[in-house]
C-alpha cells in the first residue's frame, strides 16, 4: 500500500516542556533523505495557521534544510508525498521563548516563559515574584540593563516595560533588518510586571534569539542607611 503523506503530531511533545511555557520558536527541519528526485513538501500546522515550505529535492541520500522561523505551539508537521522516498531520519529544532532574569547577588538566572494574545502584535514576558529571594521581595530591585538579541526585518519591535504601580516606560525601538544586540541602561528601582516586546512575530521576519534583564536587589541595611 502507498501513502502520499506522513503527519507527525507535535503537540504532546512540546506541552511536555510547559515548565518553559507553551511558545516556542519552530526554527528548522532537518530531513535525511534520498527523494529520488521526487519533489516534497512540509506542512507545518500552528494554531492559527498552516505554513508550507517550498518544494524540495535531491537524487541522493543528503541532508536539506527546511527553515520555518515560525512561533508555536506547533500542532503537527507533515510531509508529502513520501511512497518514492528513502527515509533515514526527520529532525525537528525547536527553542523555548524565554526571558533570562539574572540576579546579581546570587548570580542565579532564572527563566520567565513567553506568551502571547496576538503574535501579530506582541510577545508578553511576565516577571514572577517567586523569582527573587524570600527575604527581598519586598525591597524593589534596581533594573540595571537589559540586552535584546533579535533582527526586526522590515518591521520594528518596541521594548515596553510595565511596573507594579501601573507605569510604563518605553525603550529605543530596533530597525534593524539583520541580527544585532541591542542594550538598554535603565537603572530603575521598581518593580517589573512585565516585559512586552510591540512587533509582529507571526510571519517570521521579526526574530528573537534571546531576551536578559539583569537586576540588582538593594540590602535592607543599605535601604536603610540610604
Given at each position: 500500500?502507498?501513502?502520499?503523506?506522513i503527519?507527525?503530531d507535535?503537540?504532546?511533545?512540546t506541552?511536555?516542556l510547559d515548565?518553559?511555557?507553551n511558545?516556542?520558536?519552530?526554527?528548522?527541519?532537518?530531513l535525511d533523505?534520498?527523494t529520488?528526485?521526487?519533489?516534497?513538501?512540509?506542512?507545518?500546522?500552528?494554531e492559527?495557521?498552516?505554513?508550507t515550505s517550498?518544494?524540495?529535492s535531491?537524487?541522493?541520500?543528503?541532508m536539506?534544510?527546511?527553515d520555518v522561523?515560525?512561533?508555536?505551539p506547533?500542532?503537527?508537521?507533515?510531509?508529502?508525498?513520501i511512497?518514492?522516498i528513502?527515509?533515514?531520519?526527520?529532525?525537528?529544532?525547536?527553542?523555548?521563548?524565554?526571558?533570562?532574569?539574572?540576579i546579581i547577588?546570587?548570580?542565579s538566572?532564572?527563566?520567565?516563559?513567553g506568551?502571547?494574545?496576538?503574535a501579530?502584535t506582541?510577545?508578553?514576558?511576565?516577571i514572577?515574584?517567586?523569582?527573587f529571594?524570600?527575604?527581598?521581595?519586598?525591597?524593589?530591585?534596581v533594573i540595571?540593563?537589559?540586552?535584546?538579541d533579535a533582527?526586526?526585518g522590515?518591521n520594528t519591535?518596541t521594548?515596553?516595560?510595565t511596573?507594579?504601580?501601573?507605569t510604563?516606560?518605553?525603550?529605543?525601538a530596533?530597525?534593524s533588518?539583520?541580527?544585532?544586540i541591542t542594550?538598554y541602561?535603565?537603572?530603575?528601582?521598581?518593580r517589573v510586571?512585565?516585559v512586552?516586546l510591540?512587533?509582529d512575530?507571526?510571519?517570521?521576519?521579526?526574530?528573537?534569539?534571546?531576551?536578559?534583564v539583569?537586576?540588582y536587589i538593594?540590602?535592607?541595611?543599605?535601604?536603610a542607611i540610604g
Open positions: 500500500m502507498a501513502y502520499d503523506t503527519k507527525y507535535v503537540y504532546q511533545f506541552r511536555q515548565q518553559l511555557g511558545l516556542f520558536y519552530i526554527e528548522r527541519l532537518i533523505i534520498d529520488n528526485n521526487e519533489e516534497l513538501t512540509a506542512s507545518f500546522e500552528f492559527a495557521e498552516t505554513f517550498a518544494a524540495v535531491n537524487s541522493a541520500r543528503g536539506i534544510n527546511i522561523n515560525r512561533l508555536g506547533l500542532q503537527s508537521v507533515s510531509l508529502t508525498p511512497d518514492s528513502s527515509w533515514y531520519a526527520v529532525e525537528l529544532f525547536v527553542r523555548p521563548v524565554v526571558l533570562g532574569l539574572n547577588e546570587s548570580g538566572r532564572v527563566l520567565m516563559p506568551r502571547t494574545v496576538n501579530a506582541s510577545l508578553i514576558f511576565d514572577n515574584p517567586f523569582a529571594p524570600e527575604d527581598a521581595r519586598h525591597i524593589n530591585p540595571r540593563r537589559m540586552w535584546i533582527e526586526a522590515d519591535i521594548p515596553v516595560l511596573f507594579d504601580d501601573g510604563t516606560t518605553s525603550l529605543t530596533i530597525s533588518d539583520t541580527r544585532i542594550e541602561s535603565i537603572l530603575t528601582a521598581k510586571k512585565n512586552t510591540q512587533g512575530f507571526s510571519d517570521g521576519e521579526v526574530v528573537l534569539y534571546s531576551l536578559e539583569d537586576v538593594p540590602s535592607a541595611r543599605r535601604m
